[in-house]
């Protein structure tokens, strides 16, 4: 990244998004961390997300907007809440002061309310405000970005495409980030099913930016959800130096990657890529993405049958922190695997205990995904399944139901249909058999050709024959 070429405080008012701020530094450095947060790029040269922000603060340490993004990037990354994070419940109470005794445009006290609703758990009333800021102001990157991800954490696909859609037209090939506006609405558009439109929106993205890895990532789910396994492989692999920069998506890129091999039956190499890239970027960068990523590929892996050793307890230590944060439920119930999967029935315990509390008490969610009041009900049915298909002793449980508005991606939640039809297919009940037998049936239709399903009908045959 070039720092000349971040924009000042004559830059942004030009482009009719004015800052309150006096300082070209502060201008500047808001500029780099706001490409970093779309480019899925942490620039060392800039001292990374983490460096960005400090010197923005220390550039103007009254700067609203300043505090908005910076604060606005730990609550998106889920890996933290208020409710157990004094210094985080600080920042946002610090943003509020801030904006209440400052002058400022209506966009930027929108912001500051945006932040304060995501810190509290309230996310879709988040992302009516990012909405809001977007009707006048089409063009601000922030709003368009933050709406992305609270949408894709919502699972609300439509909004996760319109969000882009309608402020597309405003926007210029010359103005800056342009290009990975294209990633982000073939995203939503594959999420509602539109995979054609999707990969050709993506690929106009990538002649502008061969380094887009949302860009790049959009194609991958497109061939995901088309059982393109072959397509996928190739398609990552020819592109793998030009994606494997954007450090922040790199380990994500590598388990759709991972899923490819997986869908085939090439497990050890599936294997050698959660070693390699997924498991090894996952204890590095502490991100929430790469370790539900990382749960998931384990988990996908152990259903297929495949003995994952002792990946499960070298896994937990990375979870094991967050078993009480339950920012997410997605990320709950992918912890939840995992403390499973490593037979730590303290952690399971706590977790669900935990979980339990906050559904009975939802006045006490203060930092909390709206979801979780109603969580326990949904992980509950799914830890008595992974512990029946894990061979612990009891009564068969009926097969939990898919969480409605899980969030996550579709190919994401595929996991969860898939542990879905495995619970159906080995009940002793001939009510779940048959749910498992229409529930392969739909996944056929679906996603015709894919390996992994007709491996799944001959095991329900062979199970009932």
Known sequence: ????????????????????????????????????????????????????????????????????????????????????????????????????????????????????????????????????????????????????????????????????ARVLPHWTPQMPLYSYLKGMYSFGLLETHFYDQAEKTAKEGLELNREDGWAVHAVAHVHEMRAEADQGLHFMESREKDWKVCDMLASHNYWHWALYFTEKGRYEEALGVYDDEVVRRCKASGSLLDTVDACSLLYRLEMEGVNVKDRWRELLQVTKPHTEDHVLLFNDLHFLMTSLGAKDEGTTHRLLETLQELAEAPERISSTSWQEASGCPCARPWWRTTGRLRGRRGPAAAPPLPPAEIGGSDAQRDLFHQLLVHSAMKSDKKQHQKLARCLLVERDAARPNS???????QRARALHA
Request: hydrophobic content about 40%.
């Open 1 to 164: 990244m070039n720092p000349a070429s971040f924009r000042d405080c004559k830059a942004w008012q030009k482009e009719g998004l004015p800052l309150s701020t006096s300082s070209n530094e502060a201008c500047k450095l808001y500029d780099a961390l706001l490409t970093q947060y779309v480019t899925w790029r942490s620039d060392e040269t800039l001292g990374g997300v983490e460096g960005c922000i400090s010197a923005l603060r220390a550039a103007d340490p009254n700067f609203v907007m300043g505090h908005v993004i910076g604060t606005g990037l730990e609550l998106v990354g889920t890996g933290s809440s208020v409710r157990l994070n004094g210094r985080l419940a600080g920042d946002v109470a610090r943003l509020a002061e801030l904006a209440a005794g400052r002058d400022l445009a209506p966009r930027e006290r929108l912001h500051v309310r945006a932040v304060e609703l995501f810190a509290k758990g309230c996310l879709p009333e988040a992302c009516e405000l990012w909405d809001e800021i977007l009707l006048e102001h089409p063009t601000d990157m922030l709003a368009v970005k933050f709406a992305h991800d609270g949408y894709f954490y919502l699972g609300r696909q439509a909004q996760l495409r319109d969000s882009v």
């Open 451 to 457: 390996p992994l399903t007709h491996r799944l009908i």
